[in-house]
């Protein structure tokens, strides 16, 4: 009998299991035969501490510190620029205020930005308080932490039943049973089908597709240090990543939950709001990608255990932030268990609470 079962190998489960198996034995259960294969594989990378609603800023602001210096750190610069082009001034105006962006003279946004076309660019905001995050170094500490800790992660295991016994849980994958106290469900886009097996009431997550196009970078010219730049309203932004520039329509398409890809119009569509205040003709795709941004009722994420089946645990709803609140979210859960005083305040826990839909 295992302590903590938790299905999926994403970063949700990942850095929760790390936490856990600090107080018990862990196993982690990942259907394909890589860690961070969906969404975690496909993200943009950023750590913005100002996205997401008041619950997800307060995981944001706690979480910092470890990804700035855990194992080393994961940051790096980046910054962030947003671009007004005189027709969505009501959208740029709550941008600049919700992400504290300061304004930028133009002259100075073309210094750091030059393809940017001054005469489609009416205002420009910005802020350097704004970072890459290591993805996969990420994953991979928090992979180490489980394994030093005699915690096992298991690949290729897809959970297809979840049974609830008298001590806790059966969950079967292919011919093999293991055995837990405590399930946690960290499955991303498939955790109300999770719910659904376990005789738990789904929470009605809605996964929602978001695409990513990969672009050489401009001719003569070295992207490397541009800030991640972006229209007012997340309608597309565009960031460097590795001497290439990655370009998103920023949609948000909802989904059954699936192994996501792109469509060729989304990924033009991007691409042409991208094209309208740069002068920058993208005449190339190097790849493309898509993954499911999987979003509770709220927008906000779903950490605690479920308040009908205490021995159910949530870890969902991680949307477009799973990353920037991996710390501070796998945290929670490993204090909510364990009963020790959180860093977070009481309004922000319920705020995250699962019992907040009941
Ligand atoms: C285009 C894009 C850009 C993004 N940009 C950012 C960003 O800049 N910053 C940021 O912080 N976040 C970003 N995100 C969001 C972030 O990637 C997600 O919030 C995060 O990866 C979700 O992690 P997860 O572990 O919940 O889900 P996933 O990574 O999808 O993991 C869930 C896992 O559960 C497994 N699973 C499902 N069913 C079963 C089963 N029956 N048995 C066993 N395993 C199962 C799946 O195989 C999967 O691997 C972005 C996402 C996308 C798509």
Redesign the pocket.
């Known amino acids: 009998m295992t302590d903590f079962l938790v ?7 990942i850095s929760a299991a790390a936490r856990l198996s600090h107080l018990g034995k862990v196993v982690v ?4 035969s890589a860690l ?5 594989g ?6 913005e501490e100002t996205y997401g609603s008041p619950s997800t800023v307060a995981l944001n602001q706690a979480s910092r510190a470890y990804l700035e210096t855990a194992n080393g750190g994961v940051l790096s610069p980046r910054g962030l620029m947003l671009i007004g082009n005189g027709q969505d001034m009501a959208e740029f105006s709550n941008d600049m205020k919700a992400m504290a962006l300061e304004p930028m003279a133009k002259d100075e946004a073309l210094a750091m930005v030059p393809i940017l076309n001054s005469d489609a660019v009416t205002q420009v905001g910005y802020h350097a308080d704004a970072f890459d ?1 290591d993805t996969d170094l990420l994953i991979q500490n928090f992979a180490r932490e489980v394994r030093a800790n005699g915690g096992e992660v298991l690949t290729n ?4 039943k979840v049974l609830q016994v008298v001590d806790g849980w059966q969950v079967v994958v292919d011919q093999q049973d293991f055995k837990a106290k405590m399930l946690v469900n ?5 955790v109300d ?2 719910a659904i097996m376990a005789g738990v009431a789904p929470l009605g997550v809605s996964p929602q597709r ?1 695409s ?1 196009a990969r672009v050489p970078a401009p001719d003569g010219y070295d992207v490397r240090n541009w800030p991640l730049i972006f229209g007012p309203g997340e309608h597309w932004y565009a960031k460097p990543d590795a001497g290439k520039l990655l370009i ?1 329509p920023a949609d948000e398409e909802v989904v059954e939950p699936h192994d996501a890809w792109p469509e060729d119009l989304m990924l033009a569509t991007g691409i042409a709001r991208y094209e309208a205040v740069m002068n920058h003709s993208v005449t190339r795709l190097e790849s493309s990608w ?5 979003f509770s009722p709220d927008r906000s994420l779903v950490i605690g255990p479920d308040p009908k089946v205490p021995s159910f645990l949530w870890v969902a709803g ?8 991996s710390p501070a979210a796998s945290q929670l859960v490993s204090d909510l268990i364990s009963g020790r005083a959180s860093e977070m305040d009481n309004d922000a826990i319920r705020m995250l609470s699962p019992a907040r839909f009941s």
């Open positions: 299905i999926g190998g994403g970063i949700a489960g259960l990942e259907a394909e961070g294969y969906h969404a975690s496909r993200s943009a990378a950023m750590f995050i295991q897809r959970v297809s960290a499955a991303g886009a498939w089908q999770i978001r990513i998103s898509a993954g499911l941004r999987t991680q949307g477009g932030y799973g990353f920037q609140t």
